[in-house]
């Protein structure tokens, strides 16, 4: 075949494939019949949507940031925490950004040029709730929620019996005043021997109840009783309850020691007691021993008889 004939074959096969309007050479290979040919995936029109909503965003601001970041900030009742609260917009715009309270007092804010700080001093039960940072770059706005939880946990733990006595006691108990808040996922109380917890340890009873307050807002004891494991003979190492509170970002612990006493001996308090009682007397007994066995030289002199006294007996008168 000469080179001539081969050129008009590539040719007359070239225009099989390009079609006669002039359009692009199509790949797609041809329908058959009763055969519905697959076109190509779409994307879905919510990615587009996203898509195109983050490109605006992207082009007038960007998101806000809060500190902490965290979205439930916990503070102690009396103490202080501040939100702070940024926004920048591109093409130096100036951002707008507000701290806002729903259904709760706001607290001091202090706002500027993209950013507000949000400051709460002397934090009541009261001050718990939401708070709303604002945010605007032109037409576009933006929110963050942070919810403020007010805990309360002082160190003021009872436990009962206040000593164990090997052999003797068999139920604890221990018991946190004042706290919130009081619920099982927030709040634990535990015994330990030593560092670790103590096992085979029965739970017996969770009480819970209301403390009396006079101010604003409420705050709860929570009593939790044990029935002990045979401890044995001598006495055991000091056993501990423990309260731990957990909350979102903080974890806290107080822990109140239960020495234990070997039976048949005195506590510390009796042996207190009687020390003081032996010292009193003691100090009695010196006095009256000092009084009455005293030198002749620090007694006072008797006084002189008065001679006048018998001639006032005889005449039955008086001086005049």
């Known amino acids: 075949?000469?080179?001539?004939?081969?050129?008009?074959?590539?040719?007359?096969?070239?225009?099989?494939?390009?079609?006669?309007?002039?359009?692009?050479?199509?790949?797609?290979?041809?329908?058959?019949?009763?055969?519905?040919?697959?076109?190509?995936?779409?994307?879905?029109?919510?990615?587009?949507?996203?898509?195109?909503?983050?490109?605006l965003r992207r082009g007038r601001g960007g998101p806000l940031e809060v500190e902490p970041r965290e979205p439930v900030v916990a503070v102690a009742l009396g103490g202080s925490r501040q939100l702070t609260c940024r926004l920048a917009c591109e093409g130096h715009r100036a951002a707008?950004?507000?701290?806002?309270?729903?259904?709760?007092?706001?607290?001091?804010?202090?706002?500027?040029?993209?950013?507000?700080?949000?400051?709460?001093?002397?934090?009541?039960?009261?001050?718990?709730g939401t708070r709303v940072c604002v945010g605007s770059c032109g037409n576009l706005t933006f929110q963050h929620k942070v919810q403020l939880l007010v805990f309360a946990f002082p160190d003021q733990?009872?436990?009962?019996?206040v000593a164990l006595v090997a052999g003797q006691d068999r139920e604890v108990a221990c018991t946190a005043h004042n706290v919130t808040p009081a619920d099982p996922d927030a709040l634990s109380l535990s015994l330990l021997?030593?560092?670790?917890?103590?096992?085979?340890?029965?739970?017996?009873?969770h009480d819970f109840g209301e403390e009396p307050q006079e101010g604003e807002g409420q705050l709860f004891r929570v009593t939790e009783r044990w029935l002990l494991p045979p401890l044995?003979?001598?006495?055991?190492?000091?056993?501990?309850?423990?309260a731990?509170?957990?909350?979102?970002?903080?974890?806290?612990?107080?822990?109140?020691?239960?020495?234990?006493?070997?039976?048949?001996?005195?506590?510390?308090?009796?042996w207190t007691g009687s020390l003081v009682l032996a010292l009193l007397l003691l100090v009695f007994l010196t006095y009256?021993?000092?009084?009455?066995?005293?030198?002749?030289?620090?007694?006072?002199?008797?006084?002189?008889p008065c001679s006048a006294c018998p001639g006032l007996r005889e005449t039955g008168g008086g001086p005049s």
């Open 1 to 55: 075949m000469t080179s001539k004939k081969r050129m008009n074959r590539s040719v007359q096969l070239a225009k099989k494939i390009v079609p006669k309007d002039g359009g692009a050479m199509s790949t797609r290979a041809p329908a058959r019949p009763g055969i519905r040919p697959l076109s190509p995936p779409r994307p879905p029109s919510s990615w587009i949507l996203v898509f195109a909503s983050e490109r």
């Open 96 to 128: 707008s950004v507000q701290w806002r309270g729903l259904d709760t007092s706001l607290g001091a804010v202090q706002s500027g040029a993209g950013s507000s700080v949000l400051s709460v001093q002397n934090a009541s039960l009261s001050a718990a």
């Open 157 to 161: 733990l009872t436990v009962s019996p």
């Open 193 to 205: 021997l030593g560092d670790r917890e103590l096992e085979g340890v029965q739970a017996l009873d």
């Open 232 to 242: 044995g003979t001598p006495a055991p190492p000091t056993l501990y309850c423990q």
């Open 244 to 270: 731990t509170m957990r909350l979102p970002g903080l974890e806290l612990n107080h822990r109140r020691p239960i020495p234990g006493e070997s039976p048949g001996r005195w506590p510390a308090s009796l």
């Open 288 to 304: 009256h021993l000092w009084k009455r066995c005293r030198p002749a030289g620090c007694r006072p002199a008797p006084r002189p």
